[in-house]
């Protein structure tokens, strides 16, 4: 019982330490403000380009509502006349 609770205790620390290792190791993010308004700016170009082309398809969706509807039968020219 003794052994297992300190093998446990041992892999614990030992996480600990990895960990601490790692956040410290770690490089600090930095936050870039002008690459961020770029973004920003190109997402709401891209945003507003796709309005407009959504509001085209809706615009040629509604024309082609409107034309007349094509006779279920159209003579071609392998159709045969007896």
Request: some cysteine.
């Amino acid at each position: 019982m003794n052994f297992l609770a300190l093998l446990l205790a041992g892999a614990l620390a030992l996480s600990l330490a990895l960990n601490g290792f790692l956040l410290y190791s770690r490089a600090p993010a930095t936050v870039d403000y002008e690459d961020l308004q770029e973004t920003e700016a190109d997402l709401r170009l891209t945003q507003r380009l796709l309005t407009r082309c959504q509001a085209d398809h809706q615009q040629q969706d509604s024309l082609l509502a409107l034309r007349p509807a094509l006779p279920a039968i159209l003579p071609t020219a392998t159709t045969s006349t007896q």
